[in-house]
C-alpha cells in the first residue's frame, strides 16, 4: 500500500505519532488509507450539505476495511461570481482544486480516493487529479437541487436560477415588475444542490457517469433524496474493491469512454463549458481527442433530451424518466459498452436493468428531438482552431445567420449596451478580450446572453466570443472563439459593421473578409497587455493555453 510509506518501519515512528494524535489505532494503522476529497464550503448552495455525503461515504469505507481521511478544495458558485471581477476566477479555480488535491494526497499518501464535487469548475479539476494521480477513485456528487415552484398570473410554473436571470431582462423590457422579480428570487433556488437544469454543473457530473468513474444516478438522484447518501455509501464501499482490484482511473477513462463521453453529452444537449473540461481532462489522461471528433460524434448521436435551458424539463424529470443509465440504454449502438466503469460491470452492464420511464423526457432514438447532438463546434476564419454553440439551445431562426458585427472589447461594455436597449435586430455582437489569457478567466456571459432572452431576443440576435457561456444559457451563443483577441485571434481584427456569416448545421462561423485584409488589420494592432498584472490571475495568464486545448496550463 502506499500508505506505508507514511506509517511502516522504524524511521517512519513520527509519522505513527501524529496519525496517532489524529486518532488513528495501531489496527487502523495496518488498514489502507482513504482521502475522502471534500468540496464543502458555506457560500455554494451545491455544496452546503456535502459534509453529510463525506459522513455516509466514510461509513462505506469503514465497512469495506478502510480507514478514510477528510480533507477540502475550494469551490466558487458561478451564480454567485457572475458578471463581476469575481467570475475571471472561477476557471482558474479548476486548476488550483486539481493542484491542491495533488498537493494534498501526494504529501499524505493516502492509497485511494472517493472523490465530492457538485459545482461548476469542482468536477473538471477533480477529474483532472483523478487521472492525474491514477490511483483508484471514484466520485460521488452532491445531486441537483429541485425545481423551485412560482405562481403568477398564467398559473404555477417550475422555475430555477436561469429564470431569475432571464428576469432580469423581463424587467427592462417592462414585461415583470420589481415587486414580482423578488418573489421569483425567493422560489427559484429552494435548497441545496447544484442548479436544477442541464447546466454545467449536472452536466458534469451526468459525464462522469458516462465516463465509467461514477456509479449509476450520480448525475442525477437529487441533492435531498435518501438514494443520495445510500450512493455516497456505496461509493464508500466501492472504492476499497477499486482498491483490492487496482483499478485505476487512467484504466477507464481512454479514447473510447471519451467518445461516450461526447455522446452522452450530445443526447442531453449539455452545457458547451463540457468541451472545454473533456478536453482538458483528455490532456491529464493523455488522450488525444482532437476537437474535430466532437462534430463526427454530434453527427451520429441525436439529440434526446430537452432540459433546461433548452426546454422546460429539470434533472429531477430525468432521474425520474430513467437517468444517465437509461439514456445511455437508448444511446447503445453509438456508445462502446464494453468499457469498464468503477461499479466493477462495463456499460453494457450497467445500462442492462436500465429502462426509460417517461419518453418525453428521454425520447427514443426513433424520435429524438433532433438527429444531431446538442453541441457543435464551428470553424472557419473568424474560428480557425474551433468555436463551440449549444446547437438544441439555438432557436430554428437563428441556425443559420448573418449579420453586421457589434463589437465590444468586454462584457461590461455588452452589457451596458443591453440594458440601455441599443442592441438592434439582425446584429451580431462580439465580445473579445474575454478569453482565458484575455479576461483573464474566460468570464461566462450568463448575463449579456439572460437578459437577451428576457427581452425576446434570442430569435433576433446572435453573440459571438472568445469567453465561455454558462450551461444556463439558450440562444445563438458562440463561444470558445480561437484563437482568443488576446493572442491576435481573427477576432481581433471585426469592427463594427463587417458582415458575418453562421452556419450552425455546416459547422461553419466566418467574416467577410479576405484573408490578406484580416491579416493586415492585424499587423496594426497594439501589443496586448494584460488587464491584471498582479497576484493569481497574472500567474494564471502566463501558463494558461487556449480554449481549443482545453485552457489548461502549458
Known amino acids: 500500500m502506499k500508505s506505508e510509506t507514511i506509517k511502516k518501519g522504524i524511521e517512519r515512528a513520527p509519522h505513527r505519532s501524529l496519525l496517532h494524535a489524529l486518532g488513528v489505532t495501531n489496527a487502523e494503522m495496518e488498514k489502507p488509507f482513504i482521502g475522502i476529497v471534500n468540496s464543502f464550503t458555506e457560500v455554494v448552495p451545491g455544496h452546503i450539505h456535502l459534509r453529510d455525503i463525506a459522513r455516509a461515504i466514510k461509513s462505506g469505507v469503514r465497512e469495506g476495511g478502510g480507514v478514510p481521511f477528510e480533507f477540502n478544495t475550494i469551490a466558487i458558485c458561478d451564480g454567485i461570481a457572475m458578471n463581476h471581477q469575481g467570475m475571471k476566477y472561477s476557471l482558474p479555480s479548476r486548476e488550483l482544486i486539481a493542484d491542491s488535491v495533488e498537493v494534498m494526497a501526494q504529501a499524505h499518501a493516502f492509497d485511494a480516493f472517493v472523490f465530492i464535487p457538485n459545482c461548476d469548475k469542482v468536477v473538471p479539476g477533480m477529474l483532472m487529479a483523478a487521472v492525474r494521480l491514477n490511483e483508484p477513485a471514484i466520485f460521488i456528487s452532491g445531486g441537483p437541487m429541485l425545481a423551485g415552484r412560482f405562481t403568477d398570473s398564467q398559473g404555477e410554473h417550475k422555475v430555477d436560477l436561469n429564470s431569475v436571470f432571464e428576469a432580469v431582462g423581463k424587467v427592462i423590457k417592462g414585461q415583470m415588475n420589481e415587486a414580482e422579480l423578488e418573489n421569483l428570487v425567493g422560489v427559484a433556488c429552494p435548497g441545496c444542490g447544484s442548479c436544477a437544469g442541464m447546466f454545467t454543473a449536472n452536466t458534469m457530473n451526468c459525464l462522469t457517469e458516462a465516463l465509467g468513474l461514477a456509479l449509476p444516478g450520480n448525475g442525477t438522484i437529487p441533492a435531498v433524496d435518501g438514494r443520495r447518501y445510500k450512493l455516497?455509501?456505496?461509493?464508500?464501499?466501492?472504492?476499497?474493491?477499486?482498491?483490492?482490484?487496482?483499478?485505476?482511473?487512467?484504466?477507464?477513462?481512454?479514447?473510447?469512454?471519451?467518445?461516450?463521453?461526447?455522446?452522452?453529452?450530445?443526447?442531453?444537449?449539455?452545457?458547451?463549458?463540457?468541451?472545454?473540461?473533456?478536453?482538458?481532462?483528455?490532456?491529464?489522461?493523455?488522450?488525444?481527442?482532437?476537437?474535430?471528433?466532437?462534430?463526427?460524434?454530434?453527427?451520429?448521436?441525436?439529440?434526446?433530451?430537452?432540459?433546461?435551458?433548452?426546454?422546460?424539463?429539470?434533472?429531477?424529470?430525468?432521474?425520474?424518466?430513467?437517468?444517465?443509465?437509461?439514456?445511455?440504454?437508448?444511446?447503445?449502438?453509438?456508445?462502446?459498452?464494453?468499457?469498464?466503469?468503477?461499479?466493477?460491470?462495463?456499460?453494457?452492464?450497467?445500462?442492462?436493468?436500465?429502462?426509460?420511464?417517461?419518453?418525453?423526457?428521454?425520447?427514443?432514438?426513433?424520435?429524438?428531438?433532433?438527429?444531431?447532438?446538442?453541441?457543435?463546434?464551428?470553424?472557419?476564419?473568424?474560428?480557425?482552431?474551433?468555436?463551440?454553440?449549444?446547437?438544441?439551445?439555438?432557436?430554428?431562426?437563428?441556425?443559420?445567420?448573418?449579420?453586421?458585427?457589434?463589437?465590444?472589447?468586454?462584457?461590461?461594455?455588452?452589457?451596458?449596451?443591453?440594458?440601455?436597449?441599443?442592441?438592434?435586430?439582425?446584429?451580431?455582437l462580439v465580445i473579445r478580450y474575454e478569453g482565458p489569457k484575455g479576461g483573464p478567466g474566460m468570464r461566462e456571459m450568463l448575463t449579456p446572453t439572460s437578459m437577451l432572452s428576457g427581452m425576446g431576443m434570442e430569435k433576433e440576435v446572435a453573440l459571438i466570443t472568445d469567453g465561455r457561456f454558462s450551461g444556463a444559457t439558450r440562444g445563438a451563443a458562440i463561444g470558445h472563439v480561437s484563437p482568443e483577441a488576446a493572442d491576435r485571434g481573427p477576432i481581433a481584427a471585426i469592427a463594427d459593421g463587417d458582415k458575418i456569416k453562421i452556419d450552425i448545421p455546416n459547422n461553419r462561423l466566418e467574416v467577410e473578409l479576405s484573408d490578406k485584409e484580416i491579416n493586415k488589420r492585424l499587423a496594426y494592432l497594439s501589443e496586448y497587455k494584460p488587464r491584471i498584472k498582479s497576484g493569481y490571475l497574472k500567474r494564471y495568464t502566463e501558463k494558461v493555453t487556449s480554449a481549443s486545448s482545453g485552457a489548461v496550463f502549458s
Open 232 to 428: 455516497a455509501e456505496e461509493a464508500g464501499r466501492q472504492v476499497m474493491k477499486l482498491l483490492a482490484e487496482n483499478i485505476k482511473p487512467k484504466d477507464i477513462v481512454n479514447k473510447k469512454s471519451m467518445g461516450n463521453a461526447f455522446a452522452v453529452d450530445m443526447a442531453l444537449g449539455g452545457s458547451t463549458n463540457s468541451v472545454l473540461h473533456l478536453m482538458a481532462l483528455a490532456y491529464e489522461a493523455g488522450v488525444d481527442f482532437p476537437l474535430a471528433m466532437i462534430n463526427d460524434i454530434s453527427e451520429k448521436t441525436p439529440c434526446l433530451c430537452r432540459l433546461r435551458p433548452a426546454g422546460e424539463y429539470h434533472i429531477e424529470d430525468l432521474d425520474r424518466a430513467g437517468g444517465i443509465a437509461a439514456v445511455m440504454k437508448e444511446l447503445k449502438e453509438q456508445l462502446n459498452t464494453d468499457e469498464m466503469t468503477v461499479s466493477g460491470k462495463t456499460i453494457a452492464g450497467t445500462i442492462d436493468e436500465s429502462r426509460v420511464v417517461d419518453s418525453d423526457v428521454i425520447r427514443p432514438i426513433n424520435n429524438a428531438y433532433s438527429q444531431k447532438g446538442g453541441i457543435a463546434v464551428l470553424f472557419g476564419n473568424l474560428a480557425p482552431d474551433g468555436a463551440v454553440v449549444k446547437r438544441s439551445a439555438v432557436a430554428d431562426e437563428m441556425m443559420v445567420h448573418s449579420g453586421p458585427a457589434r463589437v465590444f472589447n468586454s462584457e461590461d461594455e455588452a452589457t451596458s449596451a443591453i440594458m440601455a436597449e441599443k442592441i438592434n435586430k439582425g446584429e451580431v
